[in-house]
């Protein structure tokens, strides 16, 4: 598959809106982190390791199937590394760096390696909703073909070696994006993710670590990785999960009941501008899409589901603006695409609805 199919369209295998508890959960995430042995970290490697690196990585990716390909950074304009970050595909980090690094990807996009990036290799499978076991089964099956290939650095007392103290032992980051907006709104949401924070759990951005909550949307990640079993992990967070579901969802039922004219307005004030808007901002896009993405969730905008809203989480960033655009924009100029590209979009979903 070529690169270009990925890079065009604002969906992923992860973004289809299904799922369980998929009003709250956008999409679950288990990433493992391996290295290869005898190899140095990718912070300590000569540009023969690095090159090393990715021609064993592409010979592993060989063996994972019809439906994977293999595509080197280096090639890629900015723009077009930014699109893969904003899917999911790719940390910020590795496109930043984009020589003697590479990104594997199944061809639904649930599944992705990162080839030197913090950690020689960074496998990661995403499922739309709180899907957190089936994530898990399907990188731990992911990992197994690969180290049929490779030799894993990997020690009996520490288990997985890797550049970062914080990832020993089971390599694994299992993680959850979820939408918050009425625990904002509430005022809410420090003292639960507060708390969430002090049982042993890490609360980021929608983009990970060193990112921003924009709209109201918080990644939720496990932070041991020492000393418990991967379906420990898994189960454990699972459970927090569930807490902060059940939170989310009385607030909103609470503010259904106490102020059903303020929030049936909030959402049709929002579905209006996005579709009738000429300027949009990047901050007011999102804080619009969350509102319509609660909306749906409260049944209120049947005309549209949570893909077609999680499409628009891609579209509205600059990578993917300029891709469309073929230059980089300046700001004005990305207003006004961001505006028309979202335009289209909810209009092409509404006759999609109206035909069914």
């Given at each position: 598959?070529?690169?270009?199919?990925?890079?065009?369209?604002?969906?992923?295998?992860?973004?289809?809106?299904?799922?369980?508890?998929?009003?709250?959960?956008?999409?679950?995430?288990?990433?493992?982190?391996?290295?290869?042995?005898?190899?140095?970290?990718?912070?300590?490697?000569?540009?023969?390791?690095?090159?090393?690196?990715?021609?064993?990585?592409?010979?592993?990716?060989?063996?994972?199937?019809?439906?994977?390909?293999?595509?080197?950074?280096?090639?890629?304009?900015?723009?077009?590394?930014?699109?893969?970050?904003?899917?999911?595909?790719?940390?910020?980090?590795?496109?930043?760096?984009?020589?003697?690094?590479?990104?594997?990807?199944?061809?639904?996009?649930?599944?992705?390696?990162?080839?030197?990036?913090?950690?020689?290799?960074?496998?990661?499978?995403?499922?739309?909703?709180?899907?957190?076991?089936?994530?898990?089964?399907?990188?731990?099956?992911?990992?197994?073909?690969?180290?049929?290939?490779?030799?894993?650095?990997?020690?009996?007392?520490?288990?997985?070696?890797?550049?970062?103290?914080?990832?020993?032992?089971?390599?694994?980051r299992?993680?959850?994006?979820?939408h918050?907006?009425?625990?904002?709104?509430?005022?809410?949401?420090?003292?639960?993710?507060?708390?969430?924070?002090?049982?042993?759990?890490?609360?980021?951005?929608m983009?990970?670590?060193?990112?921003?909550?924009?709209?109201?949307?918080f990644?939720?990640?496990?932070?041991?990785?020492?000393?418990?079993?991967?379906e420990?992990?898994?189960?454990?967070?699972?459970?927090?999960?569930?807490?902060?579901?059940?939170?989310?969802?009385?607030?909103?039922?609470?503010?259904r009941?106490?102020?059903?004219?303020?929030?049936?307005?909030?959402?049709?004030?929002?579905?209006?501008?996005?579709?009738?808007?000429?300027?949009?901002?990047?901050?007011?896009?999102?804080?619009?899409?969350?509102?319509?993405?609660?909306?749906?969730?409260?049944?209120?905008?049947?005309?549209?589901?949570?893909?077609?809203?999680?499409?628009?989480?891609?579209?509205?960033?600059?990578g993917?603006?300029?891709?469309?655009?073929?230059?980089?924009?300046?700001?004005?100029?990305?207003?006004v695409?961001?505006?028309?590209?979202?335009?289209?979009?909810?209009?092409?979903?509404?006759?999609?609805?109206?035909?069914?």
């Amino acid at each position: 598959m070529e690169l270009k199919e990925h890079l065009d369209r604002p969906t992923s295998g992860w973004s289809r809106g299904t799922g369980p508890d998929a009003d709250v959960v956008v999409s679950s995430r288990v990433r493992l982190a391996r290295n290869i042995a005898n190899i140095r970290f990718p912070s300590r490697q000569s540009p023969e390791e690095a090159t090393e690196v990715l021609t064993l990585a592409e010979r592993a990716v060989g063996i994972l199937g019809d439906d994977w390909d293999f595509y080197r950074l280096a090639p890629l304009t900015a723009p077009d590394r930014r699109v893969l970050v904003e899917k999911h595909l790719i940390s910020p980090q590795l496109a930043r760096q984009p020589q003697a690094a590479a990104v594997a990807m199944s061809h639904d996009e649930r599944s992705s390696l990162m080839v030197n990036e913090e950690d020689h290799l960074r496998l990661q499978v995403m499922e739309p909703g709180r899907n957190l076991p089936q994530a898990w089964q399907e990188a731990n099956a992911m990992d197994d073909r690969l180290e049929a290939d490779l030799e894993y650095a990997f020690e009996p007392d520490l288990g997985y070696l890797t550049a970062c103290p914080t990832n020993l032992g089971t390599g694994m980051r299992a993680s959850a994006m979820v939408h918050l907006p009425v625990l904002v709104m509430s005022g809410r949401v420090g003292a639960l993710l507060q708390a969430v924070t002090k049982i042993g759990y890490a609360v980021r951005g929608m983009y990970g670590e060193g990112t921003d909550a924009v709209g109201n949307l918080f990644q939720v990640s496990n932070q041991r990785t020492l000393g418990m079993s991967e379906e420990e992990i898994v189960a454990h967070l699972d459970q927090v999960l569930g807490q902060v579901i059940q939170a989310e969802r009385e607030s909103r039922h609470e503010l259904r009941n106490q102020s059903p004219d303020h929030l049936a307005d909030r959402v049709g004030r929002a579905y209006g501008i996005l579709r009738g808007a000429r300027l949009l901002t990047t901050a007011e896009a999102m804080r619009l899409i969350s509102d319509i993405r609660l909306g749906i969730a409260l049944g209120m905008l049947p005309e549209i589901d949570y893909a077609t809203v999680n499409a628009l989480l891609v579209i509205c960033r600059s990578g993917y603006l300029a891709r469309v655009a073929g230059r980089e924009l300046p700001a004005a100029e990305r207003d006004v695409l961001r505006a028309r590209l979202v335009r289209e979009h909810l209009q092409r979903a509404e006759a999609a609805a109206g035909g069914r």
